[in-house]
DNA sequence: AGTCATGTTGACGA
DNA sequence: CTCGTCAACATGAC
């Protein structure tokens, strides 16, 4: 569930739902479940991993975690955490971290670092890994603050697309590596989009979970890299270590 | 059936 | 104050 483009999916199934009043609000998230009683939902939104419902005076922030599903017009078995309830259906969130931001979601986020946002801004990411030149590329790229949507299965493939190694340091990449980062971060989470879209996102994993690199047929290498020490899959023949 | 995993936060101690 | 470590959360695919 969790990485930006499955959220983007998400999104975009709630267009009936905007402009539509709450009717009924179900699920044990710990917020005070009774204030979007009675309201309408102004738009959906999403920046990065967060799923964001947004109303006049406040926005619901939803992030699914490691585990978190939804369903629409549905039930799951799972326990609800958060479900509301539209005049023209249901939208139910499970296994899901909510809390409330007062203020719009313009007033919390900074969308240009949301890989897939309109507003992304590759010039800030750049500027962003500057500030941070001893750190591993695998560790910057699941920073959220600086590539908001990206995780682990973005971040492996990124690095196997630019051949370089994830224990790279950032400070060390060369301006071509930098640039092919900046790009290919963005472009692959549009193409994870439209291939979870086919449902054919994991024959498309040249590294991630792959006993073989898809370019060069080499061992994929597994590793618990960097201080987030999430597993990197690479190559060791294909991604060079800067 | 057991293992592993697309993630983050907060507590605690050094 | 900051860093590292760990527990906690909770589900489903294989």
Not at 182 to 201: H, I, P
Not at 209 to 237: L, M, W
Request: with cysteine; hydrophobic share 35%.
């Amino acid at each position: 569930m969790p990485e930006g483009p499955s959220i983007v999916i998400l999104r975009e199934q709630l267009d009936r739902f905007i402009g539509k009043e709450v009717i009924d609000v179900g699920g044990n998230a710990k917020i005070d479940l009774e204030r979007l009683k009675g309201l309408k939902v102004l738009d959906f939104k999403s920046w990065g991993k967060h799923f964001l419902i947004c109303f006049r005076d406040f926005t619901v922030r939803i992030h699914f975690m490691m585990f978190g599903s939804y369903a629409i017009d549905g039930a799951k078995k799972a326990r609800l955490r958060l479900g509301l309830t539209f005049p023209n259906g249901v939208l139910n969130m499970y296994t899901a971290d909510v809390r409330i931001w007062e203020g719009t979601a313009d007033e919390n986020y900074d969308w240009s670092s949301d890989v897939m946002s309109r507003h992304w801004s590759r010039k800030k990411a750049k500027s962003k890994l500057m500030e941070i030149p001893d750190t591993q590329v695998g560790d910057a790229l699941l920073d959220q603050n600086v590539f908001s949507g990206v995780g682990n299965i973005i971040r492996n493939e990124v690095l196997h697309r630019i051949k370089v190694h994830p224990e790279s340091k950032t400070g060390k990449l060369p301006k071509t590596k930098i640039d092919a980062l900046l790009k290919e971060v963005s472009a692959y989470a549009f193409d994870f989009l439209r291939w979870k879209k086919e449902g054919t996102l994991k024959r498309q994993w040249q590294a991630y979970h792959r006993k073989e690199c898809g370019r060069c047929g080499h061992p994929i290498h597994k590793k618990e890299t960097g201080k987030t020490r999430r597993a990197s899959f690479f190559c060791e023949r294909c991604q060079k270590k800067y």
